[in-house]
């Protein structure tokens, strides 16, 4: 299955700062997936990049993928305390569907 | 609206109870998904289904079962034999490649 892996766990940051989290996978993909999760509910699609592309903007959403490196990251910039979440990434695999698996994500705190 | 519901919100089960959670879209999406969370956890993949009266096992599917008799619907059952069944449990549905996951809110299984 495919699975990506979030990193860092945890991160605090103070409001307006900008938040770095990464994904690392293992195989080839034709997408991949950020999602937030507040606590105690579902998962929210905040944005998806082609493997065909190496940026991608939404708002104050920042992301980048390096198909080489097979990683991923997302950049929250002025962060805002309604951001605090726990942030996932996820990938679509080629060569047909796989099972597509969710990492523990990274919780992120953003002090008022 | 479209969007995918679940229910009950809340749910208790006693021991040797089968229990069965609702979920249901209106998106017209063939695929359908039913992932497990547990506290500070990732999700975890128990079902899913692609297609119409097909689904399969993902990775933690003992104790579980499911049907898939219409496109809307994909229902999983908690039986007495998945021996820690209290958990966060999210159902997910998607359309075609290069779009993400659609989840519903959730439902929160606790055992009594």
């Known amino acids: 299955s495919q699975q990506g892996e979030e990193d860092p766990q945890a991160l605090s940051i103070q409001e307006g700062e900008n938040a770095t989290m990464n994904c690392s996978y293992k195989?080839?993909?034709?997408?991949l997936q950020w999602y937030r999760q507040n606590s105690g509910r579902g998962l929210v699609h905040l944005i998806l990049?082609?493997?065909?592309?190496r940026e991608k903007h939404s708002g104050r959403l920042r992301v980048t993928l390096d198909t080489s490196k097979k990683s991923s990251s997302l950049l929250i910039t002025a962060s805002r305390a309604a951001d605090t979440a726990s942030y996932f990434c996820?990938?679509?695999?080629?060569?047909?569907?796989?099972?597509?698996?969710f990492g523990i994500g990274t919780k992120l705190q953003v002090i008022p | 609206d479209g969007g995918i519901t679940q229910s009950p919100k809340y749910l208790f089960r006693k021991e040797g109870q089968n229990v069965t959670l609702s979920c249901e879209q209106n998106?017209?999406?063939?695929?359908m998904y039913w992932y497990r969370q547990d506290p500070g956890q990732g999700l975890r993949l128990i079902y899913y289904?692609?297609?119409?009266?097909?689904?399969q096992k993902g990775d933690i599917a003992e104790g579980y079962s499911v049907s898939r008799e219409k496109k809307e619907s994909f229902p999983l059952t908690v039986t007495s034999a998945q021996k820690n069944p209290t958990a966060f449990y999210l159902c997910?549905?998607?359309?075609?490649?290069?779009?993400?996951?659609?989840f519903g809110s959730g439902t929160r299984l606790t055992v009594v």
């Open positions: 997910a549905s998607k359309g075609t490649a290069n779009y993400g996951y659609t």
């Open positions: 195989t080839s993909i034709n997408n």
């Open positions: 990049i082609r493997s065909n592309e």
């Open positions: 996820a990938t679509d695999s080629r060569g047909g569907y796989q099972k597509v698996t």
């Open positions: 998106l017209n999406h063939d695929a």
């Open positions: 289904s692609q297609i119409v009266n097909d689904f």
